[in-house]
C-alpha cells in the first residue's frame, strides 16, 4: 500500500514515519509512504497556505488552491483509494474502518490545521472525513500518523508475526489479554501457572476468558459487536452472577414484587441476585423493619427509636423518602395508595412541573393539579421545600425536596455501583451517600 501524507509541517511527520515498525516498513518495502509539503504548491508571494475567515471569527482558515493542488498532485495520473481528510467532524476512526481502509491500494491523508480547511477543497477532492477520536488537537497531523499506523500493521509484512495484528485489543472486538515475560515473579507477583504448563489449549481459553473479563470489566458496550461462542457467553454469565449484588426484596403484593424485580434488574444490567444475600430492600412503606438482615434499605424515613434498635441487632438502617413525584419510584413501587400531594416552599413554575411529574395530570387550575380518582396535588405557602404526602389509609409523610431528589431504587443502584465486586474500587457507605445527598441544600432548578 502507498501512504500519502499532505501537511505544512513534513518534518513532523518524516521523523516518526522513520522509526520503529514504519520504518522498518517502509525500508523493507512492505509499505510506502511519502510526505508531501502543502506549502510549494502556494501560488501566493509568500508561500502562504492561509487566510481570514469570509464573515469573521477567530482564527486563520486553510486555502483552498494550495490543498487542491496538493492533493491532485498525491492523485498523479492513476490514482486508486481513499482521499482522507483528517477533521474532528469526521465519522470516528475504529479499528473496523482501520480494516476498510487496508484494502485500499493508495491512501492520501491530509491534515488540516488552524480553523479547518475551505469548505471547497472537501467537496471538491475529499471522499472521507475522519476523526481520531472526540478532541480537539492543533493539526491533523497525529491523525495522519494514528491512521497511517492502524491501518499499515494490518498489511502483510509489516509486523514481525501475522499473528500480531489478530491478537490485540479491538481486533476481535475485545480487549487484549493480559501479557507477561520474564522472570517468572516480581514484585511478589507470579505468572499465572497456565502459561507456564505448555498446553496451547489451555493457553488460548485462558487467553479468551481474561479478555473477555477485562472487556467486560471495562468497556462492556463492546460486547455488543463481539463475535462471542458459546464458552464466551456462558463465562459472562457467571461473572455476573458471581459478581452480581445480592438482595432480598421483601413485599405482600406478588405483582409490585414482580415489576420491582424487573426494573431492579434492569438497571443494574442484570447484577444482581434476588435469591440470597444479606440485604433487604423493602417495597411496603407500613412495613415493619425486618431484624435478620445486615442492611435494610426502608421506603421511609425512619421512625423514631428505629435507627437505635437497628444498631442493637447489628443492622444497618438506611432510610430512602419515597418521593412520590419521582415517575421512577411510582414506576417500581406503585402509586395506588397516594391521594393527595401538598408541595410548599416552590414557586408556581417548580410545583407545576413536580407535579406533573408525579402522576398523569388531568386538569390544572391555578393552585392546584387534578390526576383524577379524587387525587391531586396542591400548591402551599411554606419557606421550606417540601412534599407532604397524604395516602388513602390516612397516613402522612414529610419529605424534604433536593434539587435531584433521590428515588429508592436509585439508593440500591448506588449501593450496587459502589459496593458490587466487579468495580475492585473503594467502597463507598450508600448510607452516607445518601445521607449526603439529603443534606445537599436546594439548588435552583
Not at 75 to 99: C, E, H, N, W
Not at 104 to 111: T, V
Not at 370 to 379: Q, T, V
Request: glycine share 8%.
Amino acid at each position: 500500500m502507498i501512504f500519502k501524507l499532505l501537511t505544512i509541517f513534513p518534518d513532523m511527520l518524516r521523523a516518526m514515519l522513520g522509526e520503529s515498525i514504519l520504518g522498518r516498513a517502509i525500508n523493507s518495502g512492505a509499505i510506502q509512504a511519502e510526505v508531501i509539503d502543502i506549502r510549494p504548491f502556494s501560488l501566493n508571494k509568500h508561500k502562504n497556505t492561509d487566510d481570514a475567515p469570509y464573515g469573521g471569527g477567530a482564527g486563520m482558515v486553510m486555502l483552498a488552491q494550495p490543498a487542491t493542488d496538493a492533493v491532485r498532485h498525491a492523485m498523479g495520473a492513476d490514482f486508486r483509494g481513499k482521499r482522507i481528510y483528517l477533521s474532528p467532524k469526521g465519522a470516528v476512526f475504529t479499528q473496523q474502518k482501520a480494516r476498510e481502509l487496508a484494502k485500499e491500494e493508495q491512501l492520501i491523508l491530509l491534515a488540516g490545521h488552524y480553523e479547518g480547511l475551505d469548505q471547497r477543497v472537501i467537496d471538491e477532492c475529499i471522499d472521507e472525513e475522519i476523526s481520531v477520536g472526540d478532541y480537539v488537537l492543533t493539526g491533523g497531523e497525529l491523525g495522519a500518523l494514528i491512521i497511517t499506523d492502524a491501518v499499515a500493521r494490518l498489511l502483510p509484512g509489516v509486523l514481525g508475526s501475522d499473528e500480531s495484528s489478530v491478537d490485540e485489543s479491538f481486533s476481535e472486538g475485545l480487549l487484549e489479554y493480559p501479557q507477561y515475560t520474564r522472570p517468572r515473579e516480581y514484585l511478589g507477583r507470579r505468572v499465572p501457572e497456565v502459561l507456564l504448563g505448555g498446553d496451547q489449549k489451555l493457553i488460548d481459553r485462558w487467553r479468551r476468558d481474561e479478555a473477555v473479563r477485562l472487556t467486560l470489566g471495562r468497556r462492556p458496550e463492546l460486547l455488543e459487536g463481539a463475535r462471542l461462542d458459546a464458552a464466551d457467553r456462558a463465562l459472562i454469565r457467571r461473572i455476573k452472577r458471581e459478581n452480581s449484588v445480592s438482595v432480598q426484596l421483601i413485599c405482600k403484593d406478588a405483582d409490585k414484587l414482580a415489576r420491582a424485580k424487573a426494573n431492579l434488574y434492569e438497571l443494574c444490567g442484570g447484577a444482581m441476585d434476588f435469591d440470597r444475600g444479606d440485604t433487604a430492600l423493602v417495597l411496603d412503606r407500613d412495613a415493619e423493619m425486618p431484624e435478620e438482615y445486615k442492611r435494610v434499605f426502608l421506603p421511609r424515613l425512619p421512625e423514631e427509636g428505629e435507627h437505635e434498635a437497628a444498631k442493637a441487632l447489628g443492622t444497618e438502617l438506611v432510610g430512602c423518602a419515597p418521593l412520590a413525584f419521582d415517575p421512577a419510584f411510582l414506576g417500581l413501587c406503585g402509586d395506588e395508595g397516594i391521594k393527595q400531594l401538598v408541595f410548599s416552599g416552590v414557586n408556581a413554575d417548580e410545583f407545576a412541573c413536580l407535579a406533573a411529574r408525579a402522576l398523569p395530570v388531568k386538569r390544572v387550575d391555578e393552585k392546584a393539579v387534578h390526576y383524577g380518582k379524587s387525587r391531586r396535588a396542591l400548591l402551599a405557602p411554606g419557606k421550606r421545600p417540601r412534599c407532604e404526602a397524604l395516602f388513602s389509609d390516612g397516613k402522612r409523610q414529610f419529605i424534604d425536596l433536593c434539587a435531584e431528589p433521590p428515588a429508592y431504587f436509585r439508593a440500591l443502584l448506588n449501593y450496587a455501583k459502589t459496593a458490587a465486586p466487579p468495580l475492585k474500587s473503594k467502597e463507598l457507605d450508600a448510607a452516607m451517600v445518601i445521607a449526603r445527598v439529603y443534606k445537599t441544600k436546594r439548588r435552583a432548578e
